[in-house]
């Protein structure tokens, strides 16, 4: 085995901060287990499965509620169908930038007959009560929407943060209300990006935010990441029912 030391106060703004492990043929001894001999560097043939990793100061961690909605409406207006956290179990705040879900209504249709921004609302949960973000939606092909925050969203150290999201729906099949549902998914990012926050938002990253390593912070800071390997991302699809409400 071995062991990486890194020092605590990596500068992002001055050093790229992305890493991969490297080995040389003089990096590793093979000796004979009967003679004790050591090959020499010119008869190791060896391959190295090498992957790049990310150096952050503190990561989010994304996870579906416990407490999902029991019911929701579906009679055009906004109503919540999905909860879900964003942990912070490092010792220094993160900033989150961009949340991006797949919705998929079954027997029921997104308001006015096809999707649309004002089908959608974020929401922060506290005490169990839901209250306005600023939160701005966009949306992308028939089932993907978009949360781009306002400024950085600001997670502190040790916290847990509670989301719902809010969807305005329509009933399109009569008589099978309990059968009514809604599949909802959070997205990654298959590739890793930094920069400022308009320009991992350009690029079209599903899911973007901060570990705050430059000082002072910003979203013109060049330490906004993309969701690549954000522990909980993808999310697997949580399917909540209706119920006949």
Request: aromatic fraction near 10%; hydrophobic fraction near 35%.
């Amino acid at each position: 085995g071995f062991k990486i030391t890194l020092a605590d106060r990596i500068r992002s703004d001055l050093v790229n901060t992305e890493f991969e492990l490297g080995m040389q043929p003089s990096d590793v001894v093979v000796r004979g287990l009967g003679s004790g001999r050591e090959l020499g560097d010119a008869d190791k043939n060896f391959s190295l499965d090498a992957s790049s990793f990310v150096v952050v100061k503190a990561a989010p961690k994304i996870a579906h509620s416990n407490d999902q909605p029991s019911t929701f409406s579906a009679v055009g207006s906004l109503d919540t169908v999905y909860r879900f956290t964003v942990s912070n179990t490092g010792s220094r705040g993160i900033s989150l930038g961009r949340i991006s879900l797949d919705v998929y209504p079954s027997g029921l249709d997104f308001s006015g007959g096809s999707i649309s921004v004002n089908d959608f609302e974020l929401m922060r949960v506290l005490d169990n009560q839901e209250f306005s973000e600023n939160f701005s939606p966009s949306i992308l092909g028939s089932n993907t929407v978009i949360f781009d925050s306002a400024n950085e969203f600001f997670v502190p150290r040790g916290e847990t943060y509670e989301f719902a999201l809010r969807v305005a729906l329509d009933n399109v099949i009569s008589g099978n209300d309990n059968g009514d549902s809604v599949a909802v998914k959070i997205l990654n990012d298959s590739s890793y990006m930094t920069d400022t926050l308009v320009n991992v938002r350009a690029s079209g990253a599903n899911f973007i935010w901060s570990d705050n390593s430059s000082s002072p912070h910003s979203t013109s800071s060049g330490d906004w990441l993309t969701g690549y390997r954000v522990s909980g991302l993808p999310t697997n699809t949580v399917i909540n029912k209706r119920f006949g409400k």
